[in-house]
């Protein structure tokens, strides 16, 4: 009998204080988006996004022509001759600062090794999960959110 009792009061408990969240992130939302997008887009709606998630989900934004500009920067206007490149690149490189560099490059292919282990090869895509649903040709981020809330409810 008495633990019948124990576990009535447990229900008035947490019937008058609430049950205890058992994950961080309320229910259809995602814990992490990852935006794949280039230079011909602008995104919108990145600050609604971040609202609505109040910082308990992690949004990862990769620029796919960020490889590109770096390879520009320290690549444009190069003379044929290659030990002349050399010496420019090199000068280009210092400037910048090695280390500054190595951020820069692997902040820039980051988003291409995550495209690839997703498979994806269109831009605007927002993936949701590590890949759980994926959300194509939208740069609304507040839309794709509501997309995959919306098929989050129905699953």
């Known amino acids: 009998m008495r633990c019948g009792a124990v576990g009535i009061l447990a229900l008035i408990v947490a019937s008058v204080l609430g049950t205890p ?3 961080a992130v309320p229910a259809n939302l995602p814990e992490r988006i990852d935006v794949f ?4 887009v602008s995104l919108t709606g990145l600050e609604e ?15 796919m022509n960020a ?6 920067e320290l690549g444009h206007g190069l003379p044929p001759d290659p030990e002349k490149s050399k010496r420019i690149l090199m000068k280009r490189m210092q ?3 090695i ?3 190595k951020q820069r490059f692997v902040a820039a292919y980051q988003g291409v090794i995550k495209a690839q282990e997703y498979g994806i090869d269109l831009y605007p895509a927002i993936v949701f999960d590590d890949g759980a649903s994926v959300v194509y040709g939208v740069v609304d981020l507040q ?3 509501n997309r995959y809330r919306d098929w ?4």
């Open 67 to 72: 490889p590109e500009r770096i390879e520009h």
């Open 143 to 145: 839309e794709a959110l």
């Open 49 to 63: 996004v971040k609202s609505v998630l109040a910082g308990k989900a992690t949004i990862n934004l990769y620029n």
């Open 37 to 40: 997008y280039d230079d011909s």
């Open 152 to 155: 989050s409810a129905q699953r």
């Open 95 to 97: 400037t910048i600062g």
């Open 99 to 101: 280390e500054q560099l």
């Open 21 to 23: 969240q058992l994950h």
